[in-house]
């Protein structure tokens, strides 16, 4: 079973606020992770990732936690702006035969920054 | 920079109708893909080339068929569409397999 779940359709925040996105998954072979945004009208562009290896990643405001133990991951952003406002997706590789590589995404959470 | 180029960005067609959406990149990626993106779902893979000359079906292949043409550019094609084919649908690069997608803007299809 290979699954990667965000639980949370949506999320509002206010500006300056921290945002925590989470995402949790199955398959305890999963060797990384990606967070993926996504504006309206635009295709997901590229965020953070994170290897297995690690249990933090960060990039300027934006911070990925992985307890591998609990099977989660988590994306922080801090502080929260109006234009982060947009759909996170989280993504990991698959990792059965024929299929590796091929990327494994959640339904997505809907950040809303209010200014 | 242009990076994945999805044509057209909108489309409306009738049911039975053929269409193909087209797709390049410029970044000399050996890995393109085809998603679809469904109201309140991830993105669901459709089709994937891992390199030049080679596709596979990805995770709902049922409906479409692919050429990867050159290194640059990978089609995805409806040969009889469907209303349940009626989504929005991504083209993706990579250098590799596991490496993180570059992706298009999308094509809006409808199909009535």
């Known amino acids: 079973d290979q699954q990667v779940k965000q639980n949370s359709p949506s999320l509002s925040v206010q500006e300056g606020r921290i945002s925590i996105l989470n995402c949790d998954y199955t398959n305890s072979m999963f060797d990384y992770f990606l967070w993926y945004k996504k504006y309206p009208a635009e295709g997901p562009t590229f965020l953070i990732s994170i290897s297995s290896i690690k249990d933090k990643n960060e990039d300027g405001r934006f911070t990925v936690f992985l307890n591998k133990s609990a099977k989660h991951l988590s994306l922080h952003i801090v502080p929260s702006q109006p234009g982060d406002s947009a759909v996170y997706f989280c993504a990991a590789p698959a990792t059965y035969r024929g299929s590796q590589g091929n990327l494994i995404f959640g339904k997505g959470t809907k950040l809303s920054v209010k200014p | 920079n242009a990076g994945v180029t999805q044509t057209p960005k909108f489309q409306v067609l009738k049911t039975g109708q053929s269409m193909t959406l087209q797709c390049a990149q410029d970044m000399n990626h050996n890995s393109m893909y085809w998603y679809r993106q469904d109201p309140g779902m991830g993105l669901r893979l459709i089709y994937y080339?891992?390199?030049?000359?080679?596709?596979d079906k990805g995770e709902v292949p049922n409906g479409y068929n692919v050429s990867r043409l050159n290194k640059r550019e990978f089609s995805l094609r409806l040969e009889s569409a469907a209303p349940s084919q009626t989504s929005v649908y991504f083209c993706?690069?990579?250098?590799?397999?596991?490496?993180?997608?570059?992706f298009g803007d999308g094509t809006r299809l409808s199909i009535l």
């Open positions: 993706a690069s990579s250098p590799t397999r596991n490496q993180p997608q570059h």
């Open positions: 080339s891992a390199s030049e000359g080679t596709t």
